[in-house]
């Protein structure tokens, strides 16, 4: 095959007219990639860019598994994602674990008309291998985390998951994503959360320097339903995730922490939205990172509430460390508000760490460079402390070696 459309056309071979893929497939071909002329892409890296670069393929590809993979598959039980395809799943007593062709979306809506503009989501809907299927049954409270292992040994990687949290269950589950030299990773993700229920969800992604990551995620919250989000990206060339909340019913609560280190060229692009429906909803969304060299970071938020959403109570806050002058940080929050009788903030800031803090340590006797590194860790501790407790030392850590190999520069 000499280009990705060969591909695809042999990939599709097997589907029928009128089969969710092959719509897709044509849905992406009138769409077309993004160019940084499209206002919502105009920060990525995308000179150069072509699918030519990347295969198909149509069975995972067994490699090799990183020391933190084992140590956070300890913790938890295992769900193992290779190359999209779902390859081991644990047997537990409330839960199922299945996967399924079905044409669906967990929001209601038909999936090619949800992701109708949305490039990357429709490459997903043509070209993942299926979608697994994570169901907590009503009333089931899993005592220990769910980790998925999602790791990239091949050219593409198209992973959809979907998460239904049943009537008054709880649930932790922890994404770890690794992997992916030289490949393009496109992870589609949607959660429900049913009335009283409770999901923690925390997505880690580690991907190799040269993968391009382009992931979006969307929660569904019931009435009283409790989403806990917590996305943290430290790997990748371009490192885009999306991801919506969408609180449908009273009493329903989101919080989504989302945060990032740039070193090198890398690029970070998280967009959120906060969509308020039905009245006496909530949602906190703060989102924390630093880049450092010549990286950059865009964060780009909107809160969206309906008419009708009365008493809702949405925040959202963004903060970013410049730790080069060389490295550059865009904040771009929004606000939509159709209903008066409701409470709404934002806030963003932008700069360099904190000379006043840094010398109170120096003054201390604290060497300059340890100085900076407390004072980085103490940027991100906010972060870690959101994580489930089977797993927030082992992220931290591993964050923590990250942020060794950083430089600050004045």
């Known amino acids: 095959m000499t280009t990705f459309s060969d591909a695809a056309d042999s990939f599709l071979a097997p589907y029928g007219a009128n089969d969710v893929r092959r719509r897709a497939w044509s849905q992406f071909q009138g769409v077309g990639l993004p160019t940084t002329s499209d206002e919502v892409w105009r920060y990525a890296p995308l000179e150069g860019f072509t699918l030519d ?3 198909l393929v149509t069975s995972p590809h067994a490699g090799p598994q990183s020391d933190f993979a084992r140590h956070l598959a300890a913790r938890g039980d295992v769900v193992r994602v290779v190359d999209g395809f779902l390859v081991e799943s644990p047997a537990l007593e409330g839960v199922t674990i299945t996967t399924t062709d079905a044409e669906s979306s967990l929001t209601g809506e038909a999936p090619l008309e949800r992701y109708a503009g949305d490039a990357f989501a429709l490459l997903n809907a043509a070209f993942a291998p299926a979608t697994v299927v994570v ?8 005592a220990r985390p769910l980790i998925i292992l999602n790791v990239t040994n091949s050219s593409t990687s198209f992973t959809r998951l979907h998460v239904e949290v049943g009537r008054g269950a709880s649930a932790a589950i922890v994404e770890y994503l690794e992997g992916g030299e030289d490949a393009l990773v496109v992870p589609l993700s949607e959660f429900q959360v049913g009335e009283n229920a409770s999901l923690q969800m925390v997505t880690y992604q580690r991907l190799a ?5 382009v992931a979006r995620s969307t929660g569904v919250l019931e009435r009283d339903a409790r ?5 943290v990206g430290i790997g990748a060339h371009y490192d885009r995730s999306r991801n919506d909340a969408i609180m449908r019913a009273s009493g ?56 009708g959403a009365k008493r809702t109570d949405a925040r959202q806050t963004n903060r970013n460390l410049l730790l080069a002058p060389s490295a550059h940080a865009d904040s ?4 939509e508000i159709r209903e008066n009788d409701v409470i709404c903030a934002h806030a963003s800031s932008v700069g360099p760490l904190d000379e006043m803090q840094r010398w109170y340590l120096e003054s201390r006797g604290v060497e300059r460079g340890v100085a900076e590194r407390l004072m980085i860790q103490g940027f991100f501790n906010e972060m870690m ?4 407790a089977d797993v927030a030392a082992l992220v931290e850590a591993d964050v923590h070696t990250a942020l060794d190999t950083v430089e600050v520069s004045a």
């Open 227 to 231: 989403l806990r989000q917590a996305v």
């Open 332 to 335: 771009v929050p929004n606000l």
């Open 252 to 307: 329903a609560s989101n919080e989504l922490r989302t945060t990032y280190l740039g070193t090198g060229e890398q690029v970070h692009d998280f967009r959120t939205r906060q969509f308020h429906v039905a009245p006496r909803t909530q949602s906190t969304l703060l989102a924390k990172g630093a880049v450092a060299d010549h990286s950059r970071s865009i964060y780009t938020g909107l809160i969206e509430i309906e008419r």
């Open 209 to 213: 320097p040269s993968a391009w990551h």
């Open 385 to 388: 402390v959101a994580l489930p």
């Open 135 to 142: 169901s907590v049954a009503a009333g089931v409270a899993l």
């Open 53 to 55: 670069r990347f295969r």
